[in-house]
């Protein structure tokens, strides 16, 4: 299929569809008219490419692991490649945590309910006797 199909097919852009491949992410085939031509299984590379920069991976990860995603392994292990997955996955984690206390905080504040207070010091008040 050409760049137009895949890209109708899979609701990304020509344009990031030509970043993939320049970044090793997707590969086509050039026709003898210069047009590019990829296979069937690009539609399933594209969403897993998009899963995955969705979860914050890189590209250079991406890459790295794409060989270990499909069906038939390489025969290196990929078990490296799998733990600088599950890194990024544990940093995700401690994210929602992080943001999770910040939201608690925020939600006790309102509840407490804001009551405006000066900032600053405050002048004090002197009464003259009569």
Known sequence: MRIGELSKATGVS???LRYYEQQGLLRSERRPNGYREYAPEAIEVVAFVQDML???LS???IRDILPCAGDEHPSGDCAE???RVRQ???ELVRQEQ???ERRRRLDT???E???ARPVGPQPTRTETLP
């Open 14 to 16: 020509s344009r990031a």
């Open 54 to 56: 969705h979860a914050s």
């Open 59 to 61: 590209s250079d990860v």
């Open 81 to 83: 490649l799998l733990a």
């Open 88 to 90: 990024v996955r544990d």
């Open 98 to 100: 992080h943001i999770a």
């Open 109 to 111: 504040y309102l509840a």
């Open 113 to 115: 309910g804001y009551q």
